[in-house]
């Protein structure tokens, strides 16, 4: 006697089984949500793992190891992560002792999950390219739920090496310790799409709403790289004004109004400018009393978006002379942000999913 096995996720109909075949996993397809990466705790030794996984990977830090090592365990590794985690602390999610990014992580995946609910072919699953939970344990879990593809989404809207190219490298690693290997295909960079122009629209307008002051000037503050990096090719710097520019002309605005400026900056070298809190302090000088920070480079609030730039970059300008100041949130699981996601991936999923 035949045995059926499950729907078939390219052509949606049941194949016989030859009399006597072991059961067959249901053919499903997975989203895989992937974002930057985030520690497990605040205290010294969840900052030094967290920080020594970041800090090796070559393609954030592209100096010589010989060079590079030496400078990292005998310095970097005893000084940073006791800052860093002091500035973790003052954006720690309590309730659920984790960090802002892990709970909008979670958040952005479970309402995809609840979006695709009605097709029980699709599975979502998200994960961390530093940190946890990893890239690997969310391919893990999906292959387990019988996905033989997966659409992997990096969360960056503009390309670069040091982001999105090193999560892919991750995704990758982990298909290399896979004997039952699963089909694989990326979301590009999403930069210029109009479903994102239009949420980061959406999303600024509706906060500039909101606040009881008019910015005179807002600033798209992006994470920035070394000027090394965008001069051996990386696109980032093109995708970053990009969007900054598609965004202006759907807002009518002009480009005294909504500037592209670079934050986080790390070491002694170079890196794309203009440089957000030098700017944020120029504009107070210049007598600037109200301004807003957007970042549409982050899908989710994090330490660079909560602490640098609504704490430091805060200070900054209101020491300078700035009277006002706000920090518009990232798209996050807002249904903005999430018409994004949802848009995206349904697009990367057709051909799998009739």
């Not at 075949?21 to 985030?38: A, D, E, F, I, S």
């Not at 210049?286 to 430091?312: H, M, Q, W, Y």
């Amino acid at each position: 006697m035949n045995i059926q096995s499950p729907i078939d996720a390219a052509d949606g109909h049941a194949k016989p089984l030859p009399a006597g075949h072991p059961p067959v996993q249901p053919r499903r397809v997975g989203v895989l949500l992937v974002n930057l990466g985030t520690p497990d705790g605040t205290d010294f030794g969840s900052m030094w793992r967290y920080l020594r996984e970041f800090l090796s990977d070559p393609r954030v830090i592209e100096l010589p190891r010989l060079v590079w090592y030496p400078i990292l365990y005998g310095i970097v590794l005893n000084t940073r992560p006791r800052r860093s985690g002091a500035n973790y602390a003052k954006i720690w999610n309590r309730e659920r002792d984790e960090s802002p990014l892990r709970t909008i992580s979670r958040e952005q995946a479970d309402r995809l999950t609840a979006a695709f609910a009605a097709d029980d072919r699709i599975r979502v699953e998200w994960g961390m390219r530093y940190g946890s939970p990893s890239i690997r344990g969310a391919v893990d879990r999906l292959h387990a739920q019988g996905c033989g593809r997966i659409v992997a989404f990096p969360l960056y809207p503009q390309y670069s090496a040091t982001t999105t190219a090193t999560a892919n490298d991750q995704l990758f690693r982990a298909l290399m310790k896979m004997r039952d290997q699963p089909s694989v295909r990326t979301v590009p960079p999403y930069y210029d799409e109009p479903v994102y122009i239009e949420a980061l629209a959406a999303s600024l307008l509706g906060h500039l709403a909101r606040l009881d002051f008019e910015p005179e000037v807002v600033l798209a503050s992006f994470h920035g790289i070394p000027k090394a990096y965008f001069e051996k090719g990386d696109p980032y710097h093109c995708h970053c004004l990009k969007t900054t520019r598609l965004l202006r002309e759907r807002l009518s605005w002009d480009e005294r109004r909504l500037i592209t400026t670079f934050q986080s900056r790390f070491g002694a070298q170079e890196w794309l400018q203009p440089y957000t809190d030098r700017t944020a302090e120029r504009l107070a000088s210049e007598g600037v009393k109200r301004i807003a920070i957007v970042n549409p480079g982050f899908s989710a609030d994090c330490i660079e978006t909560l602490e640098e730039i609504d704490g430091e970059v805060r200070e900054i300008f209101l020491h300078a002379g700035g009277e006002r100041f706000a920090h518009i949130p990232c798209l996050n699981a807002s249904d903005e942000g999430m018409a994004v996601i949802e848009a995206l991936s349904r697009r990367e999923l057709a051909g799998w999913i009739g």
